[in-house]
């Protein structure tokens, strides 16, 4: 079990990946230098992220600093490969279309990407290797990916991340996986990964809490008409039921990104709170959020709302 070792943040990559929208290198740099000046040790990418530029930017940009201060995570699932019909623009990266994604589970498949993400990153080693979205691979990825990287020296802690609470239960539950990220399940606007949660904290099994913000519903202090949850607009009753949880948090003094930030952490398995960072602004904001307490009657209050 990873334990809190990793701090309450982690730097969340896909937004140095040109997630949506681009960022020129020198503002990618930026905001790894930012976060680690604020604090931030854990740093969580994905060969998907850019078809590997925010492997390539992470590295670069961690390069500066002793390799024992720091924990990196990476994925497998997704090999890159030439495109055989290239675009000029990733359909959801702002990258040219030159590669594309090949799902591969097999124990080759895996060994293969290890080897592929560790020279994009210009390391030796990956701290945390996440088998990733295997939604549509369950049986290939229990049987081979897990156990692949289990046996990779250059390996250290094994596990999954999906944002979908029942697979990821099959892995805490049949497999050897030391840690689970769950994306948008376990945040002050969706619970659902409660039952996950349990699971892990009985087996030992670390917690990664990704994507706090729920896509941007609970970035602001208040949700705002278009605001997004789950990568689609905000259906009516969550958005009102985000502004009640704003409404609480400024009657008692705090905000609600603040209580975003920190509600993951208040269960004992949750080893870190991953979240996307674009700008070095972005890194300062974020811990800020987390560091800054709570008052336990707004606590209290929220998880009445909800």
């Not at 997630?19 to 790894?32: G, P, R």
Request: a negative charge; proline letters at 8%.
């Amino acid at each position: 079990m990873i334990g809190r070792v990793l701090g309450p943040v982690g730097f969340g990559g896909a937004a140095i990946g040109n997630l949506y929208s681009a960022v020129d290198d020198d503002t990618a740099a930026a905001a790894v230098h930012g976060a680690w000046e604020a604090g931030i040790r854990y740093f969580d990418t994905a060969p998907h992220y850019g078809l590997g530029l925010s492997e390539r930017r992470l590295g670069a940009a961690l390069a500066r600093y002793p390799r024992d201060g720091f924990v990196v995570s990476t994925k497998v699932g997704r090999l890159l490969v030439p495109h055989p019909h290239p675009t000029d623009r990733d359909p959801e990266f702002d990258v040219p279309g030159v590669l594309t994604r090949r799902w591969d589970f097999s124990a080759d498949g895996v060994r293969r990407s290890v080897a592929e993400s560790l020279e994009r990153l210009g390391m030796d080693r990956i701290d945390i290797a996440l088998v990733h979205d295997p939604d549509d691979h369950m049986e290939q990825a229990l049987a081979e990916a897990v156990p692949a990287l289990a046996a990779m020296p250059e390996v250290g802690v094994v596990g999954v991340g999906m944002n979908v609470v029942e697979p990821l239960l099959r892995f805490v539950e049949e497999s050897t996986v030391d840690a689970v990220m769950v994306a948008g399940r376990w945040t002050l606007a969706d619970r659902s990964a409660a039952p996950l949660l349990e699971a892990c904290s009985r087996r030992g099994v670390s917690v990664l809490a990704a994507a706090p913000f729920n896509s941007g519903l609970l970035a602001a202090a208040w949700p705002a008409d278009d605001a997004f949850f789950d990568y689609a607009p905000a259906p009516a009753p969550v958005l009102a039921r985000a502004r009640r949880m704003a409404a609480a948090c400024e009657r008692g003094g705090a905000s609600l990104p603040q209580a975003a930030m920190q509600f993951p952490l208040r269960h004992e398995a949750v080893a870190s709170v991953v979240v996307g960072i674009r700008t070095a602004g972005q890194a300062l904001v974020d811990v800020a959020w987390a560091a800054d307490p709570v008052p336990g009657p707004v606590w209290t209050e929220l998880d009445a709302v909800y």
